[in-house]
């Protein structure tokens, strides 16, 4: 168990290797230097001041070095005036050191944020702390809403509480979030004026009025597919031998399904619920673009308009992580919860 | 001047008015499956349950009005008229006497006609896309699953890789205005398209080796189409200059095959592993059947009917992954009448008007849910064999 552990930690940072490097690549691209250039220095610069600065910020070292500077394995430098041999700092900032020192991720140095003009560390980790909120809340709906739904559907196979709640559940997973929330800010905020179609104010406190619209439009794509994944894995289960027995020693519907088959038909979907956090990422960017609060994916968003590239890397990192972190939760849970399935 | 307006009634029956072609297209082709149902195979039966006549139905929908747009859209989709900017449903053009179904929007274009025209962009990427997705996932899951081993090791751990990144960052990264500087699309594109040649070329190749009549036609038909689809898409150099794409669709094009093929490789892997323990399997080995023979011939016939379903919920995948780029505004042409950068436009002004809003969200979320239905039931079709 821990060296398999263990192993799988080993790949996943090999993996966030290898993605940090291909992000490094992508972001150090000639026109998004280029752009970073522009959007740092005053209008109509000359290009050769633009070259200078990018020389002076440090970004015309070899690509290597750039990437283990950030990484930590190798110090960074701070500008050097030619003629006087003065230093100063990089970007001020963000308290750049004025001597080379080791300072990268390894270090706990996410970098600076060109766009924010703050450290990439003082920017990320509030913006995550306020996606975490919304991700909360998004689960506690979600969760209980989709077994609920999957358990009732899945509890008799074809009959027409099944047909409704299936066709229902394909409708939601055809929902993407840019279209529910659309649909639920014309119903709820245009029509019935009932919440607030932007949550801008949930920064400074939640409430039912400004953050139901971003919870729900969440919630509602994740739900279809958790709760088809309920119903197959509670069809399956309700086939079984020993749910045939509990029912012909006589006990009734309502306590075979609550006793004997819910234990086991909610081993499946803790896996699915586990690997849906890849996708509520994807769905966080959307739904906090769409409703304007200022957490991690409106932050992704902002850091890759403007091509700001200790952000983006943070955001690339942190996000890289959690896929991979889930993963693994998942993969361990499952054994943990199912004794049948061994971990090698 | 006052704008005037038809009552709502002439609008709803106007509209299903000009969708004339469409349901002309679907009596015939509807009319002509129920009749030959039983000799169809497993397209036949899905006319079988509600779900799968749904399904059907609001794909060929789509389909029709995408190849009829021209037709059915009485307005170009990118024309402004200006005195119809943000009128309501129902306004009476004064030039023409034609109507504005769904209203104008902010830009005072006709929302109906580019409603319609969006079908188009999203009904030609997305199949195309996941049928190149698809050549790529199955020509590296084949052998990853088949040989297993240190390929399996490579394959998988690039596979994980790109899964790995949420795919709204593998997008802002991919599809920028600057990458399209950069040889990097073009590259990806080489890379991609090469796989169908390969793909068809080894089919061919395998099956017909010791039969050369048959082989070099078909082979010389694959390389020649291939080459010619293949220098148009990837160089712009086709010399009849019918296959041509922009460069940014083809940048789109490209991301979307990259995020969605290791989603089809690790299926085509897994359906390797299992079929390949299989007694046939076992027999073409005995045979002395070469392994791509096998993979080709005796494996993925027989891993079709998962493929199947799976390309179903995919292309509706796809739709969802365009509408994102269009409502993030990447790869696009801002003007471009797509669903996604509809829906973009009009949700920045939902507290002054709602109309241009409401279309392109019902149709995109009519369209992947036909697919999501039409899978549904060829899965279901598919267990009872």
Redesign the interface.
Known sequence: MFSFIARRIGTILLTMLCLTLVVFFLVNLEPNLKKLAISQTEMHTPADQLESWLVNHGYRQNFFVRYGQWLGVLPKHPITDPATGKTTQRFSFCNDPIEPTFSGVLQGDFGCSTKFKTTVGAKLFPALGATGLLMFWVLAVMVPISLLIGILAGMREGSRTDRVLSVASIASTATPEYVSGVIFTVIFASWLGWLNGSAASASQGITFYNFTLPVITLAIYGIGYIARMTRASMVEVMTQQYIRTARLKGLSFSSVVIKHALRNALIAPFTVIMLQFPWLLTGVVIVEVMFRYQGFGYTLVEAAGNNDIDLLLGCSLVSVFIVLITQLISDVGYAFLNPRIRVQ | MQTEYISAFDVVIGVLWRFWPVWVGLILVMGASFTYKKRLGLYGQLFDSG?GIAGVFICLFWLFTAIFASTISPFDPLAQVSVMKDTLPGAIEPASKLVYYFGGDKLARDVFSRMVYGSQIVLIIAPAATGFALMVGITLGLPAGYYGGKIDTLLS?LA??V???????LF???V????M??P?PYAMAGLFFLFPIIFFSVLFWTRFKNRPDRLYILLGITLVVGGWIYAGLVFDKDPFHIVHIDPNQLNIFVAVVFASSPGVFRIVRGLTMDIKTRDYVAAAQTRGESPWYIMLWEILPNARGPLIVDACLRI?YTT?LL??LG??GLGLAPESPDW?TA??D??RL??SF?HP??PP?IA??SF??G???LA?SLREQSMKD
């Open positions: 779900v751990f994980n890789l899964l790995a990144f949420p795919v709204i960052l802002y990264l991919l920028t205005p600057g990458i500087d950069t990097i509706g969802i509408g994102t409502y993030f996604g829906i973009k009009a949700s939902l507290r709602i809003a409401l969200t995109l979320m992947v849910l697919l999501n239905l549904d």
